[in-house]
């Protein structure tokens, strides 16, 4: 059997199921390059080689090429998981890892976990069903400016709806793209259109390292952004959030208060408790 398994975002949102299935497996791999889990993932692999299990972490080419084949391969007869920071399905990187497998006649199990898309709309305070199409903003490639994310902040803005954008982010070249980087990104292609979709006077949410003990919100302005970037300098994952210019009654006073700092996330588990739970459910 094959199963691809999503930890969360974070220690805390690791689901206690799915830990007892991962503690299953005879071959774990740790996806190391679509994202970043809290604290660190090399702590929950720490963990599960002192169970005595099996465990990889695996750069892009281990999941994207020749390797995947062996993987599955042996899936024909263990179990071999693959673990995956938020959700394995919600983007579709991994979706070519179940076709394969499906073709070869392996056994498939997906276990979804909690995921930056969901989480990120929970704590903006702003209405799900108010939310168009979701985009990653991506810097110039070789001179080259990916002008979609722009389409669709205006696409959702005419519908008023409000935009989640994800920013680019490459683990193994330890590069995360900034704030104030994606808005200028933006601007420089509404300039380069002569249109005004977005304000310097817009209000953005932004969401840094979500649901782990670095946790922080802002609302500022988008000519805050630009000014600010002093106050990027501490986080390491960032959300945007764009909203509509018309807000609900409730989602304008949500969004008042959070400006004021009255959310805040409080870590709850520790290295040593999730240790002591793993092994709980291991040795039973």
Same mark, same amino acid.
């Given at each position: 059997?094959?199963? &691809?398994?999503?930890?969360?975002?974070?220690?805390?949102?690791?689901?206690?199921?799915?830990?007892? $299935?991962?503690?299953?497996?005879?071959?774990? *791999? !740790?996806?190391?390059?679509?994202?970043?889990?809290?604290?660190?993932?090399?702590?929950?692999?720490?963990?599960?080689?002192?169970?005595?299990?099996?465990? *990889?972490?695996?750069?892009?080419?281990?999941?994207?090429? #020749?390797?995947? $084949?062996?993987?599955?391969? /042996?899936?024909?007869?263990?179990?071999?998981?693959?673990?995956?920071? #938020?959700?394995?399905?919600?983007?579709?990187?991994?979706?070519?890892?179940?076709?394969?497998?499906?073709?070869?006649? !392996?056994? *498939?199990? !997906?276990?979804?976990?909690?995921?930056?898309?969901?989480?990120?709309?929970?704590?903006?305070?702003?209405?799900?069903?108010?939310? #168009?199409?979701?985009?990653? !903003?991506?810097?110039?490639?070789?001179?080259?400016?990916?002008?979609?994310?722009?389409?669709?902040? $205006?696409?959702? /803005?005419?519908?008023?709806?409000?935009?989640?954008?994800?920013?680019?982010?490459?683990?193994?070249?330890?590069?995360?793209?900034?704030?104030?980087?994606?808005?200028?990104?933006?601007?420089?292609?509404?300039?380069? /259109?002569?249109?005004?979709?977005?304000?310097?006077?817009?209000?953005?949410?932004?969401? #840094?390292?979500?649901?782990?003990?670095?946790?922080?919100?802002?609302?500022?302005?988008?000519?805050?952004?630009? /000014?600010?970037?002093?106050?990027?300098?501490?986080?390491? &994952?960032?959300?945007?959030?764009?909203?509509?210019?018309?807000?609900?009654? *409730?989602?304008?006073?949500?969004?008042?208060?959070?400006?004021?700092?009255?959310?805040?996330?409080?870590?709850?588990?520790?290295?040593?408790?999730?240790?002591?739970?793993?092994?709980?459910?291991?040795?039973?």
């Amino acid at each position: 059997m094959l199963r &691809l398994i999503g930890i969360g975002l974070s220690i805390d949102m690791l689901p206690l199921g799915n830990l007892k $299935k991962i503690l299953s497996c005879d071959e774990i *791999v !740790v996806d190391s390059y679509t994202s970043i889990w809290f604290p660190s993932a090399y702590l929950l692999t720490s963990l599960l080689i002192q169970l005595g299990k099996t465990v *990889v972490i695996a750069p892009r080419n281990y999941l994207e090429g #020749g390797e995947v $084949k062996n993987l599955i391969r /042996r899936a024909l007869d263990k179990e071999v998981c693959i673990l995956v920071t #938020g959700d394995p399905l919600i983007a579709t990187t991994h979706s070519s890892i179940i076709t394969e497998a499906l073709v070869n006649n !392996v056994e *498939v199990e !997906v276990v979804p976990a909690v995921s930056i898309f969901n989480v990120s709309i929970s704590l903006s305070c702003l209405q799900v069903y108010r939310f #168009g199409k979701i985009v990653t !903003v991506v810097s110039p490639k070789n001179g080259i400016v990916y002008e979609y994310p722009y389409d669709v902040i $205006k696409m959702n /803005r005419l519908q008023n709806l409000h935009t989640l954008l994800l920013l680019e982010i490459d683990v193994e070249k330890n590069y995360y793209m900034k704030p104030y980087e994606a808005i200028k990104i933006l601007l420089d292609i509404q300039e380069k /259109r002569e249109e005004n979709i977005i304000s310097l006077k817009d209000i953005a949410i932004i969401l #840094g390292d979500v649901l782990s003990c670095r946790q922080k919100i802002w609302i500022l302005t988008i000519e805050e952004i630009l /000014r600010m970037q002093y106050e990027f300098l501490y986080n390491k &994952l960032y959300t945007i959030i764009i909203p509509s210019r018309k807000l609900h009654p *409730v989602e304008e006073e949500c969004l008042n208060l959070i400006r004021k700092g009255k959310m805040s996330y409080l870590c709850a588990i520790s290295e040593e408790e999730l240790k002591k739970i793993a092994q709980l459910i291991y040795n039973q």
